[in-house]
């Protein structure tokens, strides 16, 4: 089965740290994405990369950057933390193609404070 | 830009019986994929149902099926007999064919089972 691993399942941070969130995933995925997700609101596209070093701007980008340096890992980083950046972050990866399906990972819960 | 909605933030069913979650979704693009993803307290995201737009068919999927209707832009997941195991968040997904692969998410429908 495909893995999608996100290091953290909480964390919490204080206001002004620089925030990493990593995830990787294990079956060779060309696209990997960063969502936000919030309630009432569902989850919104952050960012999202289609091969290595490769990155796009998905809907809500503001405050946050992303790396991606080797195929396996995608990791999204808050520069400055704020406090409305308080959510749950998805991370999901993806074969390039019609037919490949989407895997998630089990989300991080990110409290600023 | 695609966006789908979700009208229904709360639904609640009896154990045994059939709820129908609503979704429509609006796109200028004609050949596309729209999901059904479940969310249980686990947080991982579960793939229900995949249905895509150049098929007239309905997909099934055990006791989920879905009604689309292109032209209405409508996608609704019928759950029949349900089943504790079954409530969860359910999101309402669409992505285009061609292009970038991202998923639009509606903001999603909370199911509870009744027992």
């Known amino acids: 089965d495909v893995k999608v691993t996100q290091s953290s399942r909480y964390l919490v941070k204080r206001t002004g740290e620089k925030v990493f969130l990593e995830c990787v995933q294990d079956?060779?995925?060309?696209?990997m994405f960063w969502y936000r997700q919030d309630p009432g609101l569902g989850l919104r596209l952050i960012y999202f990369s289609y091969d290595v070093k490769m990155k796009e701007k998905g809907d809500i980008p503001e405050g946050y950057s992303v790396s991606r340096e080797k195929k396996e890992r995608f990791s999204l980083i808050l520069e400055s933390a704020s406090t409305n950046q308080t959510s749950m972050y998805l991370c999901?990866?993806?074969?390039?193609?019609?037919?490949?399906?989407?895997?998630f990972g089990s989300g991080t819960r990110l409290t600023v404070v | 830009a695609q966006t789908v909605t979700q009208s229904q933030p709360e639904m609640s069913v009896q154990e045994a019986e059939t709820v129908t979650l609503s979704c429509t979704y609006d796109?200028?693009?004609?050949?596309?994929?729209l999901f059904w993803y479940k969310q249980p307290p686990s947080r991982q995201m579960i793939l229900v149902i995949r249905?895509?737009?150049?098929?007239?068919q309905n997909a099934t999927e055990n006791r989920f099926s879905v009604n689309f209707q292109k032209a209405a832009k409508s996608f609704s997941l019928k759950i029949s007999d349900s089943q504790l195991g079954d409530a969860a968040m359910y999101f309402c997904?669409?992505?285009?064919?061609?292009?970038?692969?991202?998923?639009?998410f509606g903001t999603g429908t909370r199911l509870t089972i009744i027992p």
């Open positions: 249905q895509e737009a150049y098929k007239q």
């Open positions: 079956m060779d995925h060309e696209n």
């Open positions: 796109t200028s693009e004609s050949d596309y994929y």
């Open positions: 999901a990866s993806k074969w390039q193609g019609q037919n490949g399906g989407y895997t």
């Open positions: 997904a669409y992505r285009r064919n061609f292009g970038n692969e991202k998923l639009t």
